[in-house]
């Protein structure tokens, strides 16, 4: 069966089948570097299984048995990232307008093989074959992310790598690093060096901090962008603020630090509004991000701020949209900064509060929806899971994951104004790979068809079974997902 998450838009395929042999190579038209580099990652991804030599040739024109990838102009209402995907029993190929579109017809690809081209070791006496007939492939939203809570636990610049390799493959665009918290600060701040110095050094439940320095805050950056993922850094404020509170005596109103702060607690913390300094830091800290991000988008944080006044709190955000639009980047913040004047280009997150994201899209800001019962991987998937919290009020499994509407959720706000969906990891209770692993799969598979199928090509039991298949895949990977009783795994 032909399984592929999140589900094209449009496909058709027939009985026969395209096989891949030692002889195949993989063609790129036209002399783009970039396509070029995506044809070698493709090649990359099929080799190890295969034992396939797959070389990547330009210059000359496909044969019998061959994959090729190309630009072309013929088909503008592919946009940006979209493609197309023909297969006979001759020829694959791969076709866009924009290199990203080829990267996702090569993720479709990898997905349309035997689960087995996934596996890392060579799996010899396989028929590495894909159906016949053709994908139009263009998807929903813009706007399809994870966000990573690295303030509660820190994880590597290997594990965040190798988490972002996963995104690619369900063709999610977005990674959204929460930097600070009131457990951690994770990034090294050249102007202020006690932030990650001392703020970064420890995590929830006194477990080992971290923080990146600049030059691997770098690396991720690029490492992603080779992905078409574009990494939003979140600095949280004007609350979630302990770890630069306890760095810094001079950002507390009373000019003395608190302690370093291991617990789970929320809404304890907050920047002295009323102290100049405190701007000064908020400048330093997104110039000195903003210049290492390529992306448009700088999150500021803004939920939760219980301890800061609220004419305070509209004071100190609508300074901080400032302070962004002066680095050259768009403001994103929790849906609580509805409650403040928006420019129009600011985005909101929603979360929780329908009524607040409202009153951010009715000043026209961009909606992204996260809604915490349902694209919260934090949750709990039922009360026999170990790992996760349950604050929200209910479970979130498989099933609760994958069928929710964006537009149904977010009723009151227009939908032209919802840019997509974003799911989120926080991290109080997670610390490994194996933890990670367990909450973000298989509800990322679902998110990411929610960001990027039609609504009308969404369905629960056509889901369910293309799951199970994907499961194979997972494993494959090496990712240790949750075994849910919804699906009937292979
Ligand atoms: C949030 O969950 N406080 C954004």
């Not at 102009?73 to 995907?85: F, I, K, M, S, V």
Request: include cysteine; hydrophobic fraction near 40%; proline fraction near 5%.
């Amino acid at each position: 069966m032909t399984a592929i998450i999140p589900i094209p838009a449009q496909f058709q395929f027939d009985e026969r089948r395209f096989s891949l042999s030692s002889e195949t190579r993989i063609i790129v038209s036209g002399d783009s570097a970039e396509v070029f580099w995506i044809a070698s990652f493709l090649a990359a991804r099929l080799r190890p299984a295969t034992g396939f030599a797959l070389p990547v040739l330009g210059g000359i024109e496909p044969g019998a048995g061959d994959i090729s990838l190309a630009l072309t102009a013929d088909d503008p209402q592919l946009g940006p990232e979209g493609y197309r995907l023909l297969a006979t029993p001759e020829q694959v190929s791969l076709r866009a307008s924009a290199a990203a579109g080829l990267f996702y017809a090569s993720q479709t690809l990898r997905q349309m093989f035997p689960a087995e081209i996934e596996s890392a070791a060579e799996q010899p006496g396989l028929d590495w074959w894909v159906p016949c007939g053709t994908v139009r492939d263009v998807p929903r939203y813009a706007w399809r992310g994870m966000m990573l809570d690295l303030g509660r636990h820190f994880f590597g610049v290997e594990t965040v790598k190798r988490l972002i390799d996963l995104l690619a493959f369900h063709k999610i665009n977005t990674l959204h690093l929460h930097l600070s918290d009131d457990q951690g600060w994770r990034i090294m701040i050249e102007s202020w060096p006690w932030l990650a110095l001392h703020g970064g050094s420890t995590a929830t439940n006194g477990d080992p901090g971290g923080f990146y320095t600049q030059d691997q805050y770098r690396e991720i950056v690029a490492y992603a962008a080779q992905r078409y993922i574009t990494i939003v850094p979140e600095i949280d404020m004007p609350g979630h603020t302990n770890a630069a509170l306890a760095s810094y005596e001079a950002l507390n109103v009373n000019d003395i630090s608190p302690s370093l702060y291991t617990g789970i607690k929320v809404g304890f913390s907050s920047l002295a509004v009323h102290k100049e300094i405190t701007y000064q830091f908020v400048d330093d800290v997104i110039r000195e991000i903003a210049a290492m991000t390529p992306g448009a988008y700088f999150h500021i944080g803004g939920d939760e701020t219980l301890s800061t006044p609220e004419e305070d709190y509209i004071y100190f955000i609508e300074r901080v949209q400032e302070i962004v639009r002066k680095h050259g980047k768009r403001m994103i913040g929790w849906e609580e900064i509805g409650k403040t004047r928006l420019s129009p280009d600011t985005v909101a997150q929603h979360w929780w509060n329908k009524d607040v994201t409202a009153k951010a899209a009715a000043q026209g800001a961009g909606i992204i929806a996260s809604p915490a019962a349902r694209a919260y991987m934090d949750m709990k998937y039922h009360d026999h899971t170990t790992i996760g919290l349950q604050w929200t009020g209910s479970y979130t499994e498989v099933r609760d994951a994958y069928e929710w509407e964006p537009v149904e959720l977010l009723e009151g706000v227009p939908p032209e104004a919802i840019l997509g969906v974003e799911s989120a990891l926080w991290t109080e209770t997670i610390f490994t790979q194996g933890n990670l692993d367990f909450m973000v799969f298989p509800r990322l598979c679902g998110y990411a068809e929610i960001g990027w199928s039609p609504r009308a090509g969404r369905d629960w039991e056509s889901y369910r079974l293309r799951l199970a298949e994907h499961g194979k895949r997972l494993a494959g990977l090496g990712v240790r997902f949750y075994r849910s009783e919804q699906v009937d795994w292979q």
